[in-house]
């Protein structure tokens, strides 16, 4: 194996700074663009329900890609291979479950929020929880985590001092989310999309050209790194976590996360939807090759920069890519984590404005629902300056043990959701009960876990707790919040089923009251047949397509 030189930072030429500013110009562009519209709550915090498949895809597809997945899966990716790709390729069956099972419900419900909907399913005390849980995750772990990767790649490629790049960044991406909403948000996502993959992409190509090709990269590392199916025991990706544990993860967050459904919700009818998130799988094939396999590349070419695992993708930015590329990436880096960041603030303040503000004054008018709205975005970009300061504190470790959390908070609401519109004899009582439970069974193992790295000896049924694969404790907690759901829902009083109508498959066709959101009533378009057969065509291709990946990379 050839060792290369390697260089641990460089200063960007003019050509790459000229191109990183045309990026922010042409993000503030659109932010104010939208700024100047009228607005209604519809138009601030659903982009005024009237957005095309093609946005909508590439807005869940860089609502998920920040650089945690930059420096995660390429690290990964480094360290252990394609294995950690499960994910990616899981999320594009989960995002047809999305498109196919959840979509209809979400748009004929006419809800703006999720919490709006499991309230109207079960009952105020479900929205208030999952409300609550979500604003917390994205403020102590998704904004902080991001912040934390983005530091890693632009400290290590740019020499960009940390605390400033950060608030640069927060302070950047609150002005054009405060300034023009959910649709500033998706058009200036897809914009950020298509810088990410043309840059990603192009590091890739370089990568594979460096090494000769895919064939004999194969030969300089290890046999097991283009194996994606593990063996059960496997400590880090056993395939009986991965097919049964992953999904569960996967319908919590595609399927329920405020930050991933608002983008459907602002649909202009379910064929849209539908093929939003069916574009969106398609999206998610690419992160596999665009980040994991440079993480394999960067072990290949450069084993002594990658023992630690969180420099894989900045060193291959640093020592492959010529002058005017090195912008392009960056320019993609920062796309990824300003495109995160602009939907959790957006989420996070439509969840505030709507679920809390707007329960407390039901009087409150259009243009008091948006200036909230925008307050309570800016509140979340102050939360995420607050962060700056710790941002060094947050350590490769504690990284993973933040990630862990949302595997912990997940079983219990996917269970809700799942059962919620499976079995219409469900009830709030059993819903909240279900809810708590996972959140004590997620507290406990946190707590164990971090009281074991901190050299604890831990015996009994908690050692046995913490030595579980986290996606094995998945399962165990899926189940036994499903069967508390159950029980407790089975010794308590079924709920009317006129309050059901349209909320589960038993009561879809039932008659639905009309439903005001900000009073305003709306009856969402249905699917026309030819959007359905599309829609059924572009679904089946999508699926036969990763379980072919899965079947060459097995």
């Known amino acids: 194996m050839d060792q290369l030189a390697t260089v641990t930072h460089r200063n960007l030429a003019p050509i790459d700074l000229v191109i990183i500013g045309v990026y922010f110009l042409l993000v503030f562009a659109i932010g104010f663009y939208f700024a100047r519209k009228e607005r209604t709550s519809t138009d601030y915090f659903l982009a005024g329900r009237d957005i095309g498949w093609f946005f909508i895809g590439a807005s869940l597809f860089v609502s998920n890609i920040s650089t945690e997945h930059f420096i995660g899966l390429s690290g990964t990716g480094a360290s252990s291979g394609l294995a950690v790709g499960h994910f990616e390729w899981l999320a594009c069956l989960i995002l047809l479950i999305l498109g196919w099972v959840f979509v209809p419900f979400y748009l004929r419900s006419n809800v703006f929020t999720m919490p709006e909907f499991l309230e109207r399913r079960f009952n ?181 920069q990658v023992k630690k695992p969180d420099f894989a993708y900045p060193t291959l930015v640093l020592n492959l890519l010529p002058v005017g590329l090195v912008g392009l990436v960056m320019a993609a880096l920062l796309a990824a984590v300003m495109g995160a960041m602009s939907s959790v603030f957006n989420s996070a303040s439509t969840l505030v404005t709507l679920d809390f503000y707007k329960k407390l004054r039901p009087e409150a008018s259009e243009k008091q629902l948006v200036t909230f709205g925008r307050v309570a975005t800016g ?99 899926f189940v036994i919040c499903s069967l508390v759901l159950v029980a407790v829902s089975l010794m308590t009083p079924a709920p009317e089923r006129r309050k059901l109508a349209g909320l589960t498959f038993a009561t879809v066709d039932d008659k639905m009251d009309t439903v005001l959101v900000s009073g305003v009533a709306r009856k969402p378009a249905k699917e026309t047949p030819t959007e359905h057969m599309i829609n059924v065509v572009f679904s089946v291709a999508l699926l036969a397509t990763v379980v072919g990946l899965w079947v060459y990379f097995r």
């Open 379 to 477: 509140a979340m970009v102050l939360l995420g300056l607050l962060w700056v300061p710790f941002i060094h504190l947050i350590s490769s470790q504690l990284y993973i043990y933040l990630q862990s959390v949302q595997a912990y908070i997940s079983p219990p609401i996917a269970s809700c959701f799942v059962l919620g519109i499976l079995w219409p004899r469900l009830n709030g009582s059993g819903a909240i009960s279900s809810l708590l439970t996972g959140f004590v069974l997620g507290a406990v193992r946190f707590v164990a876990e971090l009281a074991a790295a901190q050299g604890v000896q831990l015996s009994g049924l908690l050692a046995w707790l913490v030595k579980m694969n986290f996606l094995h404790y998945a399962i165990f907690m």
């Open 124 to 304: 105020r005390q479900c929205a208030v929880y999952l409300a609550a849980i979500s604003i917390i995750a994205y403020i102590f772990t998704k904004i902080s985590v991001q912040l934390y990767a983005a530091s890693v790649v632009l400290e290590r490629v740019a020499g960009w001092s940390l605390w400033k790049t950060a608030v640069v960044l927060v302070i950047a991406t609150g002005i054009y989310t405060i300034a023009g909403g959910l649709a500033a948000v998706i058009y200036t996502d897809t914009v950020q999309t298509l810088i990410l993959i043309t840059g990603a992409v192009a590091l890739t190509l370089i990568g594979l050209h460096r090494v000769g090709g895919l064939e004999h990269l194969r030969t300089m590392v290890p046999a097991s790194y283009f194996h994606m199916i593990k063996p059960a025991s496997d400590p880090s990706f056993p395939w009986t976590g991965i097919f049964f544990g992953a999904p569960i993860l996967g319908i919590w967050y595609w399927c329920t996360d405020q930050v991933i459904v608002q983008r459907v919700l602002s649909a202009r009818d379910e064929g849209h939807a539908k093929a939003g998130t069916i574009f969106a799988g398609f999206l998610k094939i690419l992160p596999v090759f665009m980040l994991v396999l440079p993480g394999i590349i960067a072990f290949a070419l450069f084993p002594d």
